[in-house]
């Protein structure tokens, strides 16, 4: 079945970076949109970065853009994503997802978080 395992997530001063990684199981990793979603408390789910199959089209929500790559190694199935300049608003869950195929439009399905498959998640706190 499928699976995906966060890891990278940590305690972090503010301006301090992070990388995420999300290593995948039981599908065709290159045939399938990847996505970064975060959670924070008392907040609704934001759509942080995504990635779709093949072409790799990204998007990324206007709070991280410049800050935040994401980035997918198909070799490796596995997604990651590099967080700069981190800052207090950054702190949350951030769970990985990911969707068979190419959407057409990237931005509605990662916004939307329109994912039939998450992972457990892997807390970021940004704290000085």
């Known amino acids: 079945q499928v699976q995906l395992v966060e890891s990278g997530g940590g305690l972090v001063q503010p301006g301090g970076s992070l990388r995420l990684a999300c290593a995948a199981s039981?599908?065709?990793?290159?045939?399938?949109?990847l996505g970064w979603l975060r959670q924070a408390p008392g907040k609704e789910r934001e759509g942080v970065s995504c990635?779709?199959?093949?072409?790799?089209?990204?998007y990324y929500a206007d709070s991280v853009k410049g800050r935040f790559t994401i980035s997918r190694d198909n070799a490796k199935n596995t997604v990651y994503l590099e967080m700069n300049s981190l800052n207090t608003e950054d702190t949350a869950v951030y769970y990985c997802?990911?969707?068979?195929?190419?959407?057409?439009?990237?931005?509605?399905?990662?916004?939307?978080?329109?994912?039939?498959?998450w992972g457990q998640g892997t807390q970021v706190t940004v704290s000085s």
């Open positions: 990635i779709t199959s093949h072409i790799s089209s990204t």
């Open positions: 997802a990911a969707d068979p195929g190419t959407p057409l439009m990237l931005e509605t399905m990662c916004a939307g978080g329109r994912f039939g498959n």
């Open positions: 039981g599908f065709p990793f290159d045939a399938y949109t």
